[in-house]
């Protein structure tokens, strides 16, 4: 029994790792990325022990964040918003602005793929939902009332993110 639970702490922190290779897909977790597809693949149990559980009620379960109690809606430093997840880079300080809702917006993605979109038709509306473009975890959503040049409001999770302060030039 203990050498079983040594076993599992060590492939626990093996599958904590970024970039999981494409061989460990599972039947199951290829069933749950739906049409999406991304480059890290891990199965719900190897999630559950990298994130915290409020984390992966967003991440994992589309769960969202109660309104102006997240750390990054009125957070104004410079620098990069990661995926929380995986550490993929999804958006910058540069495009974020104050949308007045109590989410982190953006007016656009870091890069092309940095951000996907699948719709999400669930309690009874109709918006698009935006996963993270390397590991499939959920993020939020994206609305077409945010400001010029796009238009876009990328309203993300708090908890959907980690943030990485941009170093000044000396
Ligand atoms: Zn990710």
Redesign the pocket.
Known sequence: MFRYIIISLVFAAAACAQNTPKEEIRMNDAKKEESIKTR?KKSEQEWQMCLTPEQYKVLREKGTERAFTGKYYNFKKEGIYK?A??G?ALFSSTEKYDSGTGWPSFWDALEENAVLTRPDTSYGMVRTEIV?G??G?HLGHVFEDGPPPTGLRYCVNSLSLDFEERKKEK
């Open positions: 890290v995926c997840a995986c993929n993270c390397n590991c975890s």
